[in-house]
């Protein structure tokens, strides 16, 4: 296989087909025992093995939305040794990471950057009288999002010179959706569109070299861009939408924004992909390449279950099969918010489910699949989520907006300016919470509390268990303010989920082990959300060492349960509060607030996420372990304090 892009430049066109193959197979076989983003990198073999064969990276620069689909890429770009530790600890990162590689120009987690970022350097390259190629790389489903359509509305008066790449598989990680999805569908099935395609792709392809031949080119695109328009005024009445509109009287949207169209193109097509991109490359005006690729191509598996293996866990290379879940292995997360939903939707025609294309991710299928009326998909658009969520809210209802924390810190204007200023009954569950390991920094949620507990008429809540974030879920429908719960990644805490959830009181932590009062050195542990049960634990290994030991399972970040935090807190010798975030600006900082407002001067030590991007890692518990989020730092950071004091417990300010 080869070792760098100088390497794919030298190759054969027969033996790039080849190499294509093998890197379809290293995919295959790479990612069986970790898992990762499949079908999206079987799509892109011959695009990559293009891009590369015709540009010259990192001189050219390439931006990856998402960038989720760049592991062909750091196989091309001298990491194919590595690629079996990709997602793992210690391992490459699952993403586009500049400090990973010169190749990787840009760093992508979340959708719909790429076109303003490569925008942003083609830019930047003009200041500087540059000649390099900028390249974005973007899905169909990057259409989805607004941000993307803010970038080409620039594109063509930022820069003469820019070329993007359309990768369209119909497919988000769930079926695209929105006008848009069903715009570039009849685009690429319109049989006047595709006649032009085709004889475009005939001349792109006899394309001779030499100066001549290109300015012959150039005026044969010119007639095709003509043609191509004149379709688009055309109507035909074959064409009339059921309704009977369209037909197709629908020009093409990136012309219209000044923006050259080339395809669509059969992105499978190796020589026709590097002919075009040749092409592409001595356009003197912004390009957009519409290229048609298969999610999961190679792999029966993955093309039958596109879903599953966009980004999949572990599987056996010969059914496509995932590990059977062992017997007894409690639920997730998102399983019992999705089953919640469907509960809380027939009993309450107020709710109803919103999703920014996480169906799966978040469980909210289970509300598309029982009642899709009361479910909505608005595709990768989560400031319109939101927005939307505070638009139903005004007219009575509670809608749930199910979105990651990390990916709702993109609607944060929203949660302000439309939600929390109008203080609107809109619900946020916000899975992901705390880690979300092997993917890394970009889907961290850790930031949460700190965004959200700044803000007026937030009611913010972490569930302990499964249970309890039903309960929290009932209750928010019952709110009539935004309410916000935050649970983690993947399997919950194994207790049962009671049939018909109850309400919890606003504001009211739970005391689950109060202090036994016999004269020993008291902790008081606050263990938030996941980290009740690490505060249990540890609180079992604190008592067996001789201290008296309460366990608060705090509930709500806001507003905080003043009077449970006073009393435990006044009543104690050490504080230790525990939560799955950073310790800057979360819950452990509220609670200093609030005991220096009282003039409470308890010690307290703050366990939580440090003031850095958190690299990622196989599993959560590893990171957990190596940043002191567990009980093992927990017990030994209350013996280490107690062994500083002696055996005479002394008040101090509140340390961090
Ligand atoms: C802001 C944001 N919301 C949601 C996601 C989750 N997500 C990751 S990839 C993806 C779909 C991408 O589809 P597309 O751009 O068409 O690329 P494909 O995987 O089909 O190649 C989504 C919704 C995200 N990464 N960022």
Redesign the pocket.
Known sequence: MVDGPAHVKKLTLPQLGELAGEIRQELIDGLAKGGG?L??NL??VELTIALHRVFNTPVDKFVW??S??VYVHKMLTGRKDRFRTIRQSGGLNGFALRTESVHDCYGA????TALSAALGMAAARDQKGGKEHVVCI?????LT?GISFEALNNISHTTKKFIGIL?D?E???AK?VGAISAYLNKLITNPRYNQLARDFQGFVRRLPKGELALKLAHKAEEGFRGALNEVGMQKTDALLDADGRGGHGSPVIFEEMGVRYLGPIDGHDLPLLISTMEFAKTCDHPIVIHVLTK?GKGYEAAIKSPEKF?GTGPYDVKTGDSAPVKAGTPPNYQDVFGQTMVKLCRKDSTVVGIT???PS?TGLKYLEKAMPERYYDVG?A?EHAVIFAAGMATMGFHPVCAI?SS?LQ?AYDCIHHDVCLQDLPVIFCMDRSGLSANDGPTHHGVFDIAYLRCMPNVIAMAPANEDELADMMFTATHERHPTFIRYPRGTAEGVPVKEQPKLIPIGKAEIVENFSNQGKQKVALFGLGPMCAIARQAAVELIAAGHDVAVINPRFTKPLDAGTHEFFASAADLVITLEDHVVMGGYGSAVLELLSEKAITTPVIRIGWPDQFIEHATTQDELRKKYGLSVENTVAKAKGYFAKAGTEVVRLTAIA
Do not use: C, L, T
Not at 109 to 112: D, E, I, K, S, T
Not at 138 to 142: L, R, T
């Open positions: 983003h079908g999206p799509g892109v939305d998402v989720h689909q987690g979340h959708a719909g973007f899905g169909d489903a990057a999002n990768n598989n497919w988000s990680i695209n999610k966009h920014a294309a996480m991710g990768i989560e990651y990916f993109r």
